[in-house]
């Protein structure tokens, strides 16, 4: 079975970074890209970035570029995404999520809280 | 990049049908797939239809999405609602530069 499996939450200060894991199996991790979205509290769905555990392309959504850094370590079959110069703003469950084919999720991870506070 | 327009909220009574709009702001909705997935408080987003009207494995027959090009919308439908539809429900696209997620409609079943 395909599992996500996220780190765990995390806790920043404002200007701080934070790097989130996304762990997969049960599937060639070279074959698909992973995606980022994130949820704010009570808000709704956002994307954020994807990249290709194949050739390591990435795609950011504008409003991220610069502060986002997403890579893989095929050796693993783990994806990180790197969030720079957090926000309160930036509180909000992060998912990352299978791609299936470059259009849609198909499998997502549990989700990794991210609380931006001083 | 584009946007999906979906109502806030809408509440049905159980055992009704009820049809939750996704509006595409700019290009035509045929031309990328449409997804819909259901997220209940506490849990992550499942998939109830992709490809603009296929359901996954598990997902019960009452569930049946559909594109409208004339309203660039599309469309989610829950026939013979049950309490445990209640969750919070997200149309999503995409393009060259990425996914687009609706906003979510809130649905209430009582």
């Known amino acids: 079975q395909v599992q996500l499996v996220q780190s765990g939450a995390e806790v920043k200060k404002p200007g701080a970074s934070v790097n989130i894991s996304c762990k997969a199996s049960a599937y060639t991790f070279t074959n698909y890209g992973i995606s980022w979205v994130r949820q704010a509290p009570g808000q709704g769905l956002e994307w954020m970035a994807w990249i290709s555990a194949y050739n390591g392309h990435r795609n950011y959504a504008q409003k991220f570029q610069g502060r986002v850094t997403m890579t893989t370590d095929t050796s693993t079959s783990t994806a990180y995404m790197e969030l720079r110069s957090l926000r309160s703003d930036d509180t909000a469950v992060y998912y990352c999520a299978r791609d299936s084919g470059g259009y849609r999720p198909d499998y997502w991870g549990q989700g990794t809280l991210v609380t931006v506070s001083s | 990049n584009f946007m999906l327009t979906q109502p806030l909220s809408m509440s049905e009574s159980p055992g009704k049908t009820v049809t939750i709009s996704c509006t595409r702001s700019s290009g035509s909705i045929a031309s990328n797939y449409v997804q819909w997935y259901q997220q209940r408080p506490g849990s992550g987003p499942t998939t109830v239809i992709y490809e603009d009207n296929q359901r996954p494995s598990g997902v019960p027959d009452r569930f049946s999405g559909s594109i409208d090009s004339s309203s660039n919308s599309a469309s989610l439908t829950i026939s013979g609602l049950k309490t445990e539809d209640e969750a919070d429900y997200y149309c999503?696209?995409?393009?060259?530069?990425?996914?687009?997620f609706g906003g979510g409609t809130k649905l209430t079943v009582l």
């Open positions: 999503q696209s995409y393009d060259d530069s990425g996914w687009v």
